[in-house]
């Protein structure tokens, strides 16, 4: 939840979350989104099977893990990484450089 409220602060608009990866793989598959934020691990699940639905859309995605890059597999190394716990200017980095550097702080306040 604090996760959305810093997206909300920085003039995000959250469509969508899931706590399962099947609603994952399925909101992955049907929404039209310029960003994903993915919790590497979903209820106990890796959430790579979203990653790989993600990068067949090219919806840029960012991971959020509390065990680093290393932890990742091979191929999304080169994904920007959020180190759990992270704070409103981590996130704010990390959504800036997934979209190469196009995103536009709108902080309310």
Do not use: W
Not at 19 to 29: E, F, N
């Amino acid at each position: 939840m604090l996760v959305e409220e810093y997206l909300l602060e920085a003039g995000c608009e959250v469509v969508a979350s899931a706590l399962s990866l099947d609603k994952a793989v399925r909101l992955a598959k049907t929404l039209d989104v310029h960003l994903a934020i993915l919790d590497v691990s979903l209820a106990g699940n890796p959430s790579f099977p979203v990653a790989d639905v993600l990068l067949s859309r090219q919806i840029p995605f960012l991971f959020a893990s509390g065990y680093g890059r290393q932890s990742l597999p091979e191929k999304y190394r080169d994904h920007t990484v959020l180190g759990k716990p992270f704070d409103f200017s981590e996130l704010v980095e990390g959504i800036d450089a997934t979209l190469g550097g196009r995103f536009s702080l709108n902080k309310s306040s």
